[in-house]
């Protein structure tokens, strides 16, 4: 139960819900843009992933196809023994009443969003009789993000229980079985536990240091894996209260991480569980400051507002500019912690305006990685910077070409790594939107631009030329990933355009402005006379598929040939059209996964076209989407706004907005759908509220709120301003 | 998915949750104050439970305890063919994609409350890979009690498959296994299929008739039940609508049920299910321009009050003054269909307010039952009238004695019928609510006040008075049923007073506004100078236990000698305390099942003492308080918002607003807690927005609004006059 003040900042669980544990270990994932941590049981659970993934600790395992975020130990293991009984978790059931060996009388688990701390209380009765409540509460800190905490509180309710408690680390973890560690030590005094460990490939080293608080002595043992414990014997009402404080370090953060998690694990437990947490809660203060969007007359859009904010922002790296948010966030091994255009499409928006500076580290991750871009490019043949589909920590292509084996032993071949090219541009429109945004000249000069303009170079290298002088991009894969290897995208080619235009708009501020960086960008890049004019004619002669009869974009070659399936009437389903038709039904037939046209007119705006094609162009294709991807449903609501189609916009804001708190896909097991959750708040800001920059580069609104929506507030940065927005409808509700 | 305009008016189910089918057949329910319909599906499910209760229709089956409220046939048969694959639900689960036997491929069932109508959409995919949409509507008409109808609308989406339809009646129906109906016969023509039953003891007789529309011939069969079918060839993207109309009569309405049933069929028909539902949706609009409370500021709480009214209004007989809403309404066979006080102090205070002239006909089932009441009394050699504990419609106690016998053989003793004496004074106790509310001379006059004198006469007999010139009341049971046959309940005591003192404040009335009914119920009645003067003796020197050192009453004698068990700690729980405890230790523990000194604050008031005696009886009973009965939570809201404690209200409020839409109390599938319903109502209007009669009898507010409710609106009707009363906190929340 929800109290007044916290009912539209808190998820709970209650009671005990084990046939959706993984979604509940997701959606109650921890994180401090250091770290992210799932919400998995101290005492363990059949079933259970406990999973800890800490930015930029990739391994590729033996045997695996591709690297992947490594878990780390899990440091939150408390076992708890009343007058003998384990502790424990059960379905209650009929039987509740007395089962052998202990009985859960109450469960409920709740995520404090405001906080970022995730309370679990209970009920427990042990064989003897004795009924004690405990209370699980953890953080991760937002302000010394290498520390974590826990507080265990055993209360005897009836009886006078003999409490034991044993906090342990777990000294052998995998990735669901694949094994990323090695040469692990694992140590204890009478005061701390420690755990080091080294990852098999990659070589990242990473060390935990874990010290417990208990109101009577602490035992450590180390055999076979860490255990601190200690025995309180409680009187009857009384109460025990222990406290788990760990660090963890790794080698990205200095060179000896074993010893600054023992120092830093020291500091944190001689500070103690409520000042740490004191200061966490003001971290967060300071974080929803600026990244709370206020919705008034609509509880459970205000809800799902707060949940994809607090899961983009326990993933966005405060401290780092060399790590970015994977797709999955760090909230489970989907997509094995790899960073698509999700990032820079998606997650990046509510950063650009909201926290511009964890923004920036974002794209430096992708500045950092332009070699490997290079490398991309040049091993296929092209000039210029080409970014990887997938990306890890070594800036290499690491999309797997072939899938794992399918039931009948046959590997299906994966094309996106090689095709679906236009990642790179969307790495340009996001650096573009965040220097118009912040006016954040100093990355351009030294690091965007840069990116810009080298992408613009393999484009320039990549359209090809035919025979009437007309360019084409073949072999693509746009956004709508159902069709792959198709010719003339009107996303990826219209993209590219706006891609080689905004390269002259920079060149020309750049020239104006900041002469020598032209220069020397010029020459490192080699932005000849000639490759520029050949960035014109591209710009003059790309092809956009478009039928001038019906005034609507094709959304490539040929697509209007394929068997028309009407995807509106496939309702209500459970899943997506595509798997219904059939692989390769669907494959030939019109059925779109994701906003792909959509996608664009929600990128350019009216620069896609007069307003009756975007009409058009969204009555065409917004029925043919079965929105295969969680990334589809918030863009169809943000252009649905723009164009006026409210009830279709509050409808896909619905689906967007229950993605992961229903589990609408049904994988949220696998992670948080990361760019769904900046999708939501693009739709809100971008979409309902019109935010945009004007031709002048001003911002402003243009509302288009749903109708029982009373007001949106909300707070963007621009050009280093910090400007409260608030949007209210027209008419509010007369009493 | 909602839609933005019904978001507030809607429950949902989707995906289908077989886990949940019995608790959805019980919130889905559909009924119109004649009837209630459970939400099994057309089709059928394994486990499921098709009810349709019949007001006033009650049988004791050969072995039973005690009569019931009788299941009639199910109306709502429909089976379906496509392609020759039976329609049918299933968990599409991992394995959905390409089942046995024709897949689910999609779910949504929605109760619109505004409408009181219930959809569901499926999805269906037969085994020669056709797919259909199916879509199911069904209403039980609110303008034409005895008509009943659904829509079946079957959409080719993939394929031109073969579409047969057979509408069934089910003839042999049970209330879970115990045999009600003999005499049955069914019969079928082309054109109406018909069932017509007589219950085996108290020979009541129902009829059905149902016909069915099709685009293409209609045939009827009867063996072994009544059928009617029909076939179409549905082209790709066709359409086949079919309609079932039903009819039913009792011979409670009329002699002849079922030609009334015939002719009531063909002409509901005739008119055709858009008809019938445009008529039947105006119905529910004039139910909620009287019904309907706006709360602004809190969606959860406003889908709560139209749920909780939406069930009321179901149940409650428009046109029927024979009858009453029995504990779980018609929606379900727990509690057998009896009615207990929940009724006269819970679910009648929304109905005198906004319903008024069907709180009268609630009443009136009380009047027409005097002479079970008398014949109650007298059995147990009292005087007067002495309502049952437990009643049905043949106005004899039906409690049982005894219960079911338990797994170890035994049965236990049932005190409730013996000793739980207060219903006649929570009986009177509306009858004064609802003449000063409504002004209803006529009702007080012919009917009301008869109830409440005689019942007086009860108590005068009842109380016993002891040498020391006391009276006491051994041998009770209060409000907290956790404590048996104790004597001198505060509860029963100080409302035994308020009963007395109305008694001479009605006779005072009648004596000046209506003497000759003022002789006439003297005489009648018996109320001669010696038996009023010892009504004033009772008044005068009935104990009423209070401890005035600590300034609070007592429960009950000896309460607080028994041990005391501190409730609160036992959270967060699944279930009571009581059952945790064991029967045993709980029945000698100071664990009170549900409100009782604070349901005593709630009727009285101020009445029941000074600001500190009211504040210390709460901080002494709500701690002690584990809400083991559905009634109590929305009791303590009322009375926490009436003292201040408003973080106690609110959370009340919630947990009651809870117990039906988030079953947490674990048995919404033996029916909806109708007191629940009303205490909600209460909660909100005697609670938050403190309406009250002042002391000249003027309706008045006293708000204490939950702090982030911006405001409530509603309707009531005074003595005939229909007010808006619309309460804002004082602070609407700045921008």
């Known amino acids: 139960m929800n109290s007044a003040q916290d009912r539209l900042w808190q998820i709970t669980e209650y009671p005990f819900q084990p046939d959706k544990q993984l979604y509940h270990e997701t959606i109650f994932t921890l994180g401090n843009g250091y770290l992210g941590c799932r919400a998995a049981f101290e005492e363990g659970y059949v079933g259970e992933t406990p999973t800890t993934l800490v930015h930029g600790i990739f391994n590729h395992a033996e ?42 009388l109450g469960y409920r688990r709740v995520l404090n969003m405001r906080e970022a701390v995730l309370r679990r209380e209970t009920l427990f009765r042990a064989e003897t009789g004795s009924t004690v409540r405990v209370v699980f509460e953890r953080f991760t800190s937002l302000v010394d993000v290498h520390v974590l905490a826990q507080r ?71 055999v076979p894996t860490p255990i601190l414990s200690s025995s309180v014997q409680l009187d009857k009402d009384g109460q025990a209260v222990f406290e788990k404080i760990t660090a963890i370090y790794t080698n990205r953060d200095l060179d000896d991480p074993l010893s600054a998690a023992r120092q830093k694990a020291s500091e944190a437990a001689q500070a103690g569980y409520d000042a740490l947490l004191s200061a966490h809660i003001d971290g967060w203060a300071a974080y929803w400051r600026d990244s709370d969007i206020q919705i008034d007359g609509d509880d459970e859009s205000q809800i799902a507002m707060r949940f994809t904010a607090y899961h983009i922002l326990i993933a966005a790296p405060q401290h780092d500019d060399d790590v970015s948010v994977g797709a999955k966030t760090l909230s489970g091994f989907g997509y094995k912690g790899h960073v698509f255009w999700d990032t820079e499409l998606f997650i990046l928006s509510p950063l650009i305006l909201n926290q511009p500076a964890i923004a920036r580290n974002l794209l430096m991750y992708r500045y950092h990685r332009l070699e490997g871009a290079r490398h991309k490019a040049a091993a296929n043949g092209f000039e ?80 090809e030329k035919t025979d009437s002088g007309r360019y084409v991009l073949t072999n693509q894969i746009g956004p709508d990933e159902y069709h792959e290897n198709i010719n003339n995208s009107v996303f990826v080619n219209r993209m590219v355009i706006w891609h080689l235009t905004e390269a002259f708009a920079l060149l020309d501020w750049l020239q104006s402005h900041a002469p020598d960086h032209a220069a020397r960008l010029t020459d490192s890049l080699k932005l000849t006379r000639e490759r520029l004019a050949g960035w014109r004619d591209i710009i003059a002669h790309l092809v956009i598929p478009f039928d001038s009869q019906k005034q609507i974009h094709v959304q490539f070659d040929g697509f209007f040939n394929l068997e028309y399936v009407p995807v509106p009437n496939y309702e209500p389903r459970v899943g997506g059209v595509w798997p219904m038709l059939g692989h390769q039904r669907a494959l030939e037939s019109q059925v779109i996964k994701q906003a792909d046209v959509v996608m664009l007119m929600a990128l350019l705006g009216d620069a896609v076209g ?66 769904a959750c900046g999708g939501l708040w693009q739709a809100v800001v971008f979409g309902f509220c019109g935010l945009h920059l004007d031709s002048e580069g001003k911002p402003q609104l243009a509302p288009r709120l749903p109708a029982h929506w009373k007001q949106v507030s909300f707070i963007a940065y621009y050009q280093g301003e910090r400007r409260q927005f608030v949007v209210q409808n027209p008419v509010l509700d007369a009493p």
């Not at 070409?401 to 095709?419: L, Y």
């Not at 000069?445 to 290298?461: K, P, Q």
């Not at 169809?636 to 409808?651: E, F, I, K, P, S």
Request: net charge negative; proline share 5%.
């Open 63 to 104: 045997g695996a196809l591709v690297p992947e975020l490594v878990n780390v130990p899990d440091w939150t293991g408390v076992r708890l023994w009343v007058d003998g009984t384990a502790f424990h978790l059960e379905n209650p059931g009929d039987d509740w009443l007395t089962p052998p060996g202990g009985a859960l």
């Open 152 to 222: 265990i509180t055993v209360t005897a309710i009836d009886g006078a229980p003999d409490i034991l408690l044993e906090a342990w680390q777990e000294a052998d973890t995998t990735n669901l079985g694949r094994v990323h560690w090695k040469n692990i030590q694992t140590a204890t005094d009478a005061e701390e536990m420690t755990w080091a460990g080294q990852t098999t490939q990659s070589g990242y080293r990473v060390a935990l240091a874990s010290r417990l608080s208990s109101p009577t002595t602490v035992i450590a043992v180390n």
């Open 610 to 675: 007069p307003r009756h094609v975007m009409l058009n162009n969204w009555k065409t294709y917004y029925p043919r989407c079965d929105h295969g991807s969680s990334l589809s449903p918030a863009i169809h609501a943000w252009v649905a706004a723009r164009l006026g189609q409210d009830d279709d916009a509050y409808h896909m804001f619905q689906h967007a907005a229950m993605i992961d708190l229903q589990d609408n896909k049904g994988n949220v097991r696998d992670g948080i759908h990361g760019a």
């Open 384 to 463: 210029g910077a080409m970014f990887p589909w997938e990306s890890t920590d070594s800036g290499e292509e690491t999309t797997p070409q072939w899938s794992d084996p399918q039931p009948d032993g046959t590997r299906i071949r994966i094309w996106t790594g090689d095709n679906e090219q236009h990642i790179s541009t969307d790495i340009s429109y996001a650096i573009s939107q965040y220097w118009r945004w912040t006016g954040d000249d100093e990355f351009l000069l030294n690091h965007g631009a840069e990116i810009v303009l080298d992408t613009a170079v393999f484009w320039g290298s990549r359209a």
